[in-house]
């Protein structure tokens, strides 16, 4: 499933292409998606302009003076720029044309991502609730300690709830509570303030690295340009069960937590 790096990649990569650009028309093939792609979206995006493409979370906003296109990837979608007579695969399920001569298209094999359309972004039922964004100054250790007070469960499910912090995915959880030193079944209210401090440093530095890195291939993810992500190669414990800690040497664990794989080092993390 992409996740926040491999969205704000997609991101980067289509922006240039889209952003004061004029939406010409808007060819919809397939509506049913994880919830049905309401027809206001073929009403009030053709003609409009492009102001700026932002994203929340995992979602990408398409922010027109007629309102704001909400896109969201699923579990296997990803957004490409192409020429517009480019013959659409089965699983093109979009295609938003330009002024510029390019398209933007939307594939998505699952159909789990979506298209939707809002006036009010920041209260769209499927964003008022979020947490802060990772990388903004609002997140550090000082807010996931005072979040963290009473929180019984696991740190790693702490850390990937959406309502605490968004765009913490599992790859990035795993990653970020190694580079942190804390084993990810610790009881989050059981983690210092200053241990929080660092565990918050190390979720910022994992994305950015992984937004760098142009994300993580592990099935199909490609960017906004084609490419795909090389974070991958770089990942210390995600997926390495069994294989040496590339700090100390020690086998690197598995664990099932909150229903998710979870890796781990028993010697570096504590």
């Not at 808007?26 to 009030?44: G, H, M, N, S, Y």
């Not at 003076?65 to 979608?77: P, Q, R």
């Not at 295609?95 to 972004?121: C, H, M, Q, V």
């Not at 030193?181 to 610790?186: E, F």
């Amino acid at each position: 499933m992409p996740e926040l790096p491999e969205v704000e990649t997609s991101r980067r990569g289509i922006a240039p292409w889209l952003v004061e650009q004029q939406v010409r028309r808007i060819t919809i093939r397939e509506r049913r998606l994880r919830w049905p792609v309401p027809r206001v979206i073929d009403r009030k995006l053709p003609g409009s302009f492009i102001r700026a493409l932002s994203r929340r979370a995992k979602y990408l906003l398409f922010e027109t003076e007629a309102g704001t296109l909400m896109l969201h990837l699923g579990m296997s979608g990803s957004v490409r720029i192409i020429d517009p007579g480019e013959p659409p695969g089965k699983h093109d399920h979009v295609d938003i044309e330009l002024g510029n001569g390019k398209a933007l298209r939307f594939r998505d094999p699952r159909r789990f991502g979506s298209l939707l359309w809002t006036n009010d972004p920041p209260h769209h039922p499927l964003l008022a609730g979020l947490g802060p964004e990772p990388l903004s100054s609002e997140f550090d250790g000082a807010y996931l300690w005072k979040k963290a007070r009473g929180r019984r469960i696991a740190v790693k499910s702490f850390i990937m709830n959406a309502a605490i912090v968004v765009g913490v995915g599992n790859i990035y959880a795993s990653e970020s509570l190694f580079l942190a030193q804390i084993h990810p079944k610790r009881r989050a209210d059981r983690i210092s303030a200053a241990r929080m401090a660092v565990l918050a440093t190390a979720i910022k530095e994992v994305l950015k690295r992984a937004i760098a890195a142009g994300g993580t291939t592990l099935r199909d993810f490609h960017g906004g340009d084609g490419e795909p992500g090389y974070f991958s190669q770089q990942l210390d414990v995600y997926d390495r069960a069994g294989l040496p800690c590339r700090v100390c040497g020690e086998s690197v664990r598995a664990a099932v937590i909150g229903q998710r794989s979870s890796y781990y080092c028993l010697r570096c993390q504590k």
